[in-house]
């Protein structure tokens, strides 16, 4: 199975932000996702239902928000500091915007996957990544998303997206991913 992957993604973002977006549907122009060569994997993902892991999918985030919010709704990661689980501000307006899409969808599912770096014992970095996941769940909750549209799940330290033994590195691993598990109708 082809995945809509974050490149496709970004790709979309770019396309609708050149585009622009409208109220009035083009009766004469293709509908987004049943042209496989259009957008590849994406026709699948309507037609099916199925997505996995590492995708995120929201080709109507880009075209409901506008360019400003839409480049927050290709946003996907949110990073944490040392040993803590509070929503940094430069993670505000991402999930807000996030949050925007979840309320006006009620058919999407989000799912935050929280993760710590490698300091700390097995078991604290498991509930270190479930206090991160919770906290940006809370706060897309208190911006308009539906609690049952959120799932979190805490990975720990188990896995890292860079390797290394360094600040710089253990900066990149503590952070929540959103994925989208279920796009709205």
């Not at 880009?62 to 509070?86: C, H, I, P």
């Not at 929503?87 to 009620?106: D, F, G, Q, V």
Request: charge should be negative.
């Amino acid at each position: 199975m082809t995945i809509f992957n974050r490149n496709h993604l970004l790709a979309l973002v770019a396309a609708t932000a050149i585009t622009g977006c409208t109220t009035v549907p083009d009766e004469s122009a293709p509908e987004v996702g049943t042209d496989p060569t259009q957008m590849s994997g994406f026709s699948q993902v309507l037609t099916t239902g199925a997505v996995a892991d590492d995708t995120v999918v929201g080709s109507s985030q880009t075209a409901e928000y506008g360019s400003a919010s839409a480049a927050a709704l290709s946003t996907t990661t949110v990073y944490f500091d040392f040993d803590k689980a509070n929503i940094r501000p430069e993670a505000y307006e991402i999930l807000k915007a996030h949050a925007a899409y979840l309320s006006a969808n009620a058919g999407a599912q989000l799912r935050l996957d929280g993760h710590a770096d490698e300091r700390g014992t097995r078991e604290y970095n498991l509930a270190l990544g479930e206090r991160r996941g919770k906290a940006a769940a809370s706060y897309l909750a208190a911006n308009g998303a539906s609690r049952s549209q959120l799932e979190v799940i805490s990975y720990g330290e188990e896995r890292p997206v860079s390797v290394g033994n360094n600040e710089s590195a253990w900066a990149e691993n503590r952070r929540v991913e959103l994925k989208y598990t279920a796009v709205a109708p």
